[in-house]
C-alpha cells in the first residue's frame, strides 16, 4: 500500500512539468513554458535551462544566428540567474506557434544587466513547446513595468500537418512579404513602416526600452535619422497561416556611420487579409556584456 501511494504522489508531482509544456491552444500553455524555463534556471542554470527547452532546430542570435545546442554545449555552466518576465505573448490558431517577450535581468551583484528578449516557440511532434527562436537586447535599468498582454487564438482549431513542399510555398509567401518591405526601405523608410506595421506594433531596438505603437516607432526613426536596410534570409510560417516570422541581416546608417545588425520580424493576418509586423527586433553584431 505504501508502494502504491508513493507511486501516485509521484504521478500528481510530475503531471505539472509533463503536461506544463503542452500547448493546449491557450497562451496560458506558452506561459507555463516560459515558468518551466525559468524554474530550470533557479535549479540548474542557465545553460542547463536552454538545452532543455531548445531541440536540433533551435536558433539563438548570440551575435549571429546560430544553433543553440552547439552554441550551449560549449558554454560553461553559469551560476548567475536569469530572470525573464513576459509582457507580450500571442499563439496561433493552430496552437503550434507563438512567442513570448519582455524584460529580462541578468542577476549579478556587481552590476546586473537588463534588456529586452524576444523568443519564439513551436510544438514537436508530442505537442511540447521548444524554442525556436531567440535574441535579446541590452538596455538601462527598466523606468517602469510593462502591461501584460497575453492573446489567446480567436477560433483554436487543429490543422492537419502540411507536406514539406507546402509549407515552403507558404514560407516564399512570407519572405515575399520581407522582401517588399525591404525593397520599400531602401528608399522610403517612413513609407515602409507606415505600410507594413501593425498600428500596436512594438519595436525593440539596443539601449531602449520597447517602442510601442507605428506613429512612436516611426517617431523614433525620424528623430534618431536611422536609414535602414535589411536583406531577408529565413521564413517560418504557422499552420495556422495567421502568425509568421523572418529574419535576415540589416545595415543602419547614421550620421553616415553604418552599423551591421541582424533583424527578426513577427508578422500576423490582420484585417483584409493582409500580412502586416507586429514586432521587430535589431541586434547588433558586437560581442554581448552577457554570455547567456
Known amino acids: ?5 508513493i507511486f501516485f504522489s509521484l504521478i500528481i508531482f510530475l503531471l505539472p512539468v509533463a503536461f506544463g509544456q503542452t500547448s493546449n491552444g491557450q497562451v496560458s500553455s506558452l506561459i507555463a ?3 518551466y524555463f525559468t524554474s530550470i534556471v533557479k535549479e540548474k542554470g542557465i545553460k542547463k535551462a536552454f538545452l532543455t527547452i531548445s531541440d536540433e532546430e533551435t536558433v539563438v542570435f548570440r551575435l549571429d544566428p546560430v544553433k543553440a545546442l552547439r552554441y550551449f554545449d560549449k558554454q560553461k555552466t553559469d551560476e548567475r540567474q536569469l530572470i525573464r518576465e513576459p509582457a507580450l505573448a500571442k499563439i496561433s490558431r493552430s496552437g503550434d506557434w507563438g512567442f513570448t517577450t519582455g524584460p529580462y535581468k541578468y542577476n549579478s551583484e556587481v552590476n546586473p544587466v537588463y534588456g529586452e528578449y524576444v523568443s519564439i516557440w513551436k510544438t514537436n511532434s508530442n505537442g511540447v513547446w521548444k524554442l525556436a527562436i531567440d535574441l535579446n537586447i541590452i538596455h538601462q535599468k527598466p523606468i517602469a513595468d510593462q502591461k501584460l ?3 489567446d487564438p480567436k477560433d483554436y482549431k487543429f490543422f492537419k500537418q502540411r507536406s514539406e513542399s507546402r509549407q515552403k510555398e507558404r514560407e516564399v509567401i512570407i519572405l515575399t512579404s520581407d522582401n517588399l518591405f525591404s525593397k520599400t526601405l531602401e528608399k522610403y523608410n517612413n513609407l515602409a513602416y507606415n505600410v ?7 519595436l525593440i531596438f539596443p539601449d531602449h526600452e520597447p517602442i510601442i505603437g507605428k506613429n512612436n516607432i516611426t517617431d523614433f526613426l ?4 536611422l536609414e535602414i536596410k535589411t536583406t531577408p534570409r529565413e521564413a517560418d510560417r504557422a499552420f495556422g497561416s495567421d502568425l509568421a516570422y ?3 541581416s540589416a545595415e543602419i546608417t547614421k550620421s553616415g556611420k553604418i552599423t551591421s545588425y541582424n533583424y527578426l520580424r513577427i508578422w500576423e493576418v490582420q484585417d483584409g487579409f493582409k500580412w502586416n509586423v507586429i514586432l521587430e527586433v535589431y541586434t547588433e553584431k558586437e560581442p554581448h556584456k552577457t554570455n547567456f
Open 246 to 248: 523572418t529574419y535576415g
Open 33 to 35: 513554458a516560459e515558468n
Open 1 to 5: 500500500m505504501r508502494l502504491l501511494f
Open 149 to 151: 498582454q497575453f492573446t
Open 222 to 225: 525620424r528623430v534618431k535619422e
Open 196 to 202: 507594413f506595421l501593425a498600428d500596436d506594433a512594438r
